[in-house]
Nanobody, 124 residues
Framework: QVQLVESGGGLVQAGGSLRLSCAAS????????MGWFRRAPGKERESVAAITATGYSTYYTASVTGRFTISRDNAKNTLYLQMNSLKPEDTAVYYCAAGQSSSGTLNQYDYIYWGQGTQVTVSS
């Protein structure tokens, strides 16, 4: 089993940056694909970015491509999401999740372990 704890959320002005972290427990972190997802107020949870177990391949939803970067450090059991050029529509609770396979996917139903989330608020 994998336990995930997100951090790094907060309040930022539009155009600013934040870096989210997701600390994972367990010794098998490097075998899981990982993803970031978000849920905005009044909306369903949506995918943001995903990365393969090795970190060699990454995937992004269209609305964040070119602004967000997902990465991981398997030696530190940590997943990251660098968010630049933030917009008010990026306001949401952000969740990290671990997938049941090593290949990356933006399909949230392929993810089996979830963190509790961290709030990101972007003011205009």
């Amino acid at each position: 089993q994998v336990q995930l704890v997100e951090s790094g959320g907060g309040l930022v002005q539009a155009g600013g940056s934040l870096r989210l972290s997701c600390a994972a427990s367990g010794r098998t972190f490097s075998t899981y694909s990982m993803g970031w997802f978000r849920r905005a107020p009044g909306k369903e949870r949506e995918s943001v970015a995903a990365i393969t177990a090795t970190g060699y391949s990454t995937y992004y939803t269209a609305s964040v491509t070119g602004r967000f970067t997902i990465s991981r450090d398997n030696a530190k059991n940590t997943l990251y999401l660098q968010m630049n050029s933030l917009k008010p529509e990026d306001t949401a609770v952000y969740y990290c999740a671990a997938g049941q396979s090593s290949s990356g996917t933006l399909n949230q139903y392929d993810y089996i372990y979830w963190g509790q989330g961290t709030q990101v608020t972007v003011s205009s």
